[in-house]
């Protein structure tokens, strides 16, 4: 693929964005990628591509490309927090913007988003809504996070409501928080992880649009059972509910906690009561809602929610749990079973 840029009118100042683009062996979808952000609508931007130690035609591709704003470098495969990492130190600009080998940006995606940070100032990060693609199949699903600062804080909590791929971030707010973690114990999620450093100090936003396309891809990385994705996501949400409540509640008591909101029954203690865990979750909120300045009503609902999913998984592990994972399913099914069949007793019962 030959690219080329003729305005060369793009200058460094307080508008100007570093795109970094990590590569490992990406080579599929890579021109595609690259691509979209070369078409983007907003040109003052340089393009980091760095190939992680890639063994395909990756840096061929990349190499292919004559366009003035990409900066293109190698190294030998350090992981991919480690990689964005150099980005971030060799990025000029005052804005940091995330662009996945694999996913699609918009063409208005980096204005909007420079924007909406130009015009909230307090904001450290801002991502975007995006469409789904199996493959290169097209979907009608969207990534559909809230927008909002207080929503977005208290969710992070818990899960990762942000787009890595679409999020642009002020390069000031690495300077506080630090960059992102390459400590084996702690990521993945890398992404997660940084943006609950970010949180707290920093709002967050979410541009209520689909300004970009997130690719689904078959990964190896499994997120149930004792995968390390999954066990560093408690460990984080254990962090983040610590920070939020001031430390008025034991370690045991938030663990369990998070063990159960995503339904680790086996690493739930039992210790700790329903009661005390819905304490946690709403001393949390009323804790996010003063740092923020924003009436608990705001998320009332979202906390109710959290709570009634809590109660939901609470009694599962209290009776169902010494089932398993497999257990609990086999008895869904005949549960499910057994009501056809009553129902179908009923319609014949009926039809006599």
Not at 189 to 205: G, I, L, Q, T
């Amino acid at each position: 693929m030959k690219t080329s840029y003729q305005n060369k009118s793009f200058v460094s100042d307080d508008t100007y964005i570093s795109v970094v683009l990590p590569v490992y062996n990406g080579s599929r979808y890579l021109r595609e990628a690259i691509g979209s952000t070369l078409s983007q609508s907003y040109v003052n931007f340089e393009l980091l591509i760095i190939d992680d130690g890639s063994t395909d035609d990756s840096a061929s591709i990349v190499s292919s490309c004559t366009d003035p704003r990409i900066r293109f470098y190698s190294q030998e495969n350090k992981g991919l927090a480690a990689t964005l990492n150099r980005g971030i130190a060799l990025a000029k600009g005052a804005y940091i913007a995330r662009q996945d080998q694999d996913d699609i940006s918009l063409p208005d995606r980096l204005s909007k988003q420079v924007a909406f940070m130009e015009t909230h100032p307090d904001c450290g990060m801002a991502g975007t809504w995006a469409s789904i693609l199996e493959e290169q199949k097209p979907t009608k699903r969207l990534h559909r996070h809230d927008a909002d600062n207080l929503s977005l804080q208290f969710d992070l909590m818990f899960d990762n409501p942000f787009v890595h791929s679409s999020l642009m971030i002020r390069k000031t707010v690495f300077d506080e928080v630090g960059v992102y973690c390459t400590n084996p114990d702690r990521q993945p999620p890398e992404d997660y992880e940084m943006w609950s450093r970010v949180a707290r100090k920093f709002r967050v936003a979410n541009i209520p649009e689909a300004l970009h396309i997130y690719r689904e891809i078959p990964q190896s990385m499994s997120r149930t059972g004792n995968s390390p994705f999954l066990q560093h996501l408690l460990k984080i949400n254990v962090e983040n509910l610590m920070w939020a409540t001031g430390g008025r509640y034991s370690d045991q008591s938030l663990r369990d906690l998070a063990a159960l909101i995503h339904g680790v029954y086996p690493q739930f203690s039992g210790k700790t009561s329903l009661r005390e865990m819905i304490s946690v979750v709403h001393d949390a909120a009323i804790a996010l809602c003063d740092h923020a300045g924003t009436p608990y009503r705001e998320i009332q609902e979202k906390v109710q929610y959290r709570v009634n999913n809590l109660r939901y998984h609470y009694y599962q592990a209290r009776h169902l749990g010494f089932l398993g994972e497999s257990g609990r399913r086999a008895l869904a099914r005949i549960l499910r079973a057994g009501r056809k069949l009553v129902g179908k007793q009923w319609r014949l019962r009926v039809i006599r």
